[in-house]
């Protein structure tokens, strides 16, 4: 069964702190990682996606991906209280995309 | 990226009965893609619809009771049929757009 991990936190952290989230995942051949934001009631929206082992930066959004260790993470710098969402995690197994449960993020002021 | 919408945005159901939720793109995709997502949950996938063949279902998933339709390459449906309280939850639609994978609003349902 292949499987994407991620903490469900919740994950609390102050205003202007960094965020760190992080995600596991089972299948090796894996190919493409990406980071969905969901508010409450709303539906996922990308916010980051990543190929390459290393790191991508996008704003304060950074990903980072470490295939050998199969694990993909992303960091919120100066994080603010309208990042506070749940964060899911999904990675491309089969030409489909298999998330992970989700980690909720409170960014407190 | 995609624009996606979907028909109803939420419903109220009695158990027993069907709902069809609709799912049109503003471009041509080759496939679109059913999620579920339970409530306090994570995405669920359950099926993925190609136009011209038949849907194919994950495991856990059965035609018989998630129906779906795909008459043309911009539009798709799901029905959810016989309802339980059990299948309260937000269906979503999505589609690949290059690279990335992009969501529809989703269809919140509540079944009594």
């Known amino acids: 069964q292949k499987e994407v991990e991620q903490n469900s936190g919740p994950l609390s952290v102050p205003e202007g702190a960094i965020a760190s989230l992080n995600c596991t995942y089972s299948?090796?051949?894996?190919?493409?990682f990406f980071w969905y934001r969901q508010y409450s009631g709303k539906s996922p929206e990308l916010i980051m996606s990543?190929?390459?082992?290393g790191d991508k930066e996008d704003g304060r959004f950074t990903a980072q991906l470490n295939k050998a260790s199969q694990y993909v993470s992303l960091l919120i710098r100066d994080s603010q209280p309208s990042d506070s969402a749940t964060y899911l995690c999904?990675?491309?197994?089969?030409?489909?995309?298999?998330f992970g449960q989700g980690t909720e993020l409170s960014v407190k002021p | 990226s995609a624009v996606i919408s979907q028909k109803p945005s939420r419903d109220i159901c009695q158990r027993g009965t069907s709902l069809t939720i609709q799912c049109q793109v503003d471009?041509?995709?080759?496939?679109m893609f059913w999620y579920r997502q339970q409530p306090g949950q994570s995405l669920t996938l359950i099926a993925t619809?190609?136009?011209?063949?038949?849907?194919?279902?994950e495991s856990g998933f059965v035609i018989d009771k998630f129906p779906i339709s795909r008459p043309n390459l911009t539009f798709s449906t799901l029905t959810v049929s016989n309802m339980s309280p059990e299948d309260s939850s937000i269906y979503l639609c999505?589609?690949?757009?290059?690279?990335?994978?992009?969501f529809g609003p989703g269809t919140r349902l509540t079944v009594t």
């Open positions: 999505s589609v690949w757009k290059g690279n990335e994978q992009y």
């Open positions: 299948d090796r051949g894996s190919q493409s």
């Open positions: 990543i190929y390459s082992n």
């Open positions: 999904a990675v491309v197994e089969g030409g489909k995309l298999i």
């Open positions: 471009s041509q995709v080759t496939m």
């Open positions: 619809a190609n136009q011209g063949s038949e849907a194919t279902y």
